[in-house]
């Protein structure tokens, strides 16, 4: 059974965006209905944390406040109104954060509080501080319980590893949004990215052939090459993008049929013209999950002609959350080699964490705090 809560525990504060991140000792939260108090064991990052706590990306957060996403740790407490959790026990805890009366009105804990009074009220006032610390104060429907002697021990997962789940839940509900089937053909754009590359890794666990379409040729042959040596049958091509539309459309092509794709264009490349390509390359009746942020405009005569479906999709659902659990417990994906490399930092070495995060991603590779 876990220890009583301390009085105070270890947290980093974002005071403002334009000061460094603080270590403090704070006082440590109760539960309160509806939450549970859980104590951090690994907490994950992303590659572009550091341009949000200091402001080169201007996402408007409440300040000051704990920072911090999704984690993984144990229930240290819970409100009265909990009837499925138990103290002790392992939990995935889920940044995206829901209104209950109101289900379109979210945030996304740690990263931005939304620009709509609804959203904003909800990050200020109620689920303010992330994981970046000791404990934390979540919500009970954000708490997915993990399997841990499956996980752990049969599996022989260790937490910082299955941390990973924070990049390959995303492209997860990007790809049940358009219905993946196995035996289908995916493109995955760009491929070499955190995302991009939790997505390949996605669709062969998805039991789909993988088209990686990116930029860089070293990284598309490292991505080939680590999938691979995790899952030895997996269907996976590559294709370099040359930028030329109609040059990188017959090369996609020239695998055949293809199904769908998803995309996840950053900002800095928003105009590029990649999914112009893939749209080309396309079947008919083909889908395109975007999770991006491309704002090229699209070849019309070939969406309309082909009746090619487009699908917005930010995050995942909790549905999507409880089979992703479902698939990684019985042992779908890779555990040791082809899973992940992930390197842990504790929260004294915040600076060097959000850097890390920065360069150690693509395909099976992340970045983690360990608060304790």
């Known amino acids: 059974m876990p220890s009583p809560l301390p009085s105070h525990h270890r947290a980093l504060i974002v005071e403002t965006t334009s000061t460094p991140l603080v270590l403090k000792t704070v006082p440590t939260p109760t539960p309160t209905p509806g939450s549970a ?3 951090i ?6 590659s572009y944390q550091r341009e949000i706590y200091n402001g080169t990306r201007a996402y408007p957060l409440p300040t000051p406040m704990v920072p911090g996403i999704s984690a993984i740790g144990r229930i240290a407490a819970l409100g009265h109104d909990s009837v499925a959790l138990q103290l002790g ?3 995935f805890f889920d940044c995206t954060i829901r209104a209950r009366d109101d289900p ?11 620009r709509a009074p609804r959203s904003q009220k909800l990050a200020r006032e109620v689920w303010r501080d992330g994981t970046w610390a000791e404990y934390a104060r979540v919500p009970l429907e954000n708490c997915i319980a993990l399997d841990e002697r499956r996980l752990c021990g ?4 260790k937490v910082h590893d299955l941390m990973y789940m924070n990049y390959l839940l995303v492209p997860f509900g990007g790809l049940r949004d358009i219905r993946i089937e196995p035996g289908e053909t995916v493109v995955v754009s760009p491929a070499t990215g955190g995302y991009g590359g939790a997505a390949v890794m996605v669709a062969v666990a998805m039991g789909a ?25 997996a269907m996976i091509e590559t294709v370099k993008m040359t930028g030329d539309e109609m040059v990188d459309a017959e090369s996609l092509k020239a695998f055949g049929t293809i199904d ?3 995309d996840f264009t950053p900002p800095h ?4 013209k990649h999914v112009r390509s893939i749209s080309l390359a396309l079947r008919k009746k083909g889908r395109i999950s975007l999770m991006g942020l491309l704002e090229t405009p699209l070849v019309a005569w070939s969406v309309v002609g082909k009746n090619i479906s487009f699908r917005g999709k930010l995050m995942y659902e909790r549905e999507d959350m409880l089979q992703f659990v479902k698939m990684l417990e019985k042992g779908l994906f890779p555990r040791n080699v082809g899973f992940v490399d992930t390197k842990v930092f504790p929260l004294e070495d915040w600076k060097v964490c959000m850097d890390e995060a920065a360069e150690h991603t693509g395909i099976g590779r992340h970045v983690v705090f360990a608060p304790k």
């Open 104 to 114: 379109d009105t979210m945030f996304l804990l740690g990263i931005e509080e939304g």
């Open 269 to 272: 490349a928003a105009g590029s």
């Open 41 to 46: 064991l690994s907490a994950g990052t992303i």
């Open 37 to 39: 108090i859980i104590s």
């Open 154 to 157: 049969e599996l022989g997962y």
């Open 260 to 262: 769908a794709a998803i």
């Open 209 to 233: 052939r993988v088209i990686a379409f990116g930029r860089d040729e070293k990284k598309l042959a490292r991505l080939k090459k680590h999938v691979l040596e995790g899952s030895p049958n």
């Open 89 to 91: 026990q392992l939990v």
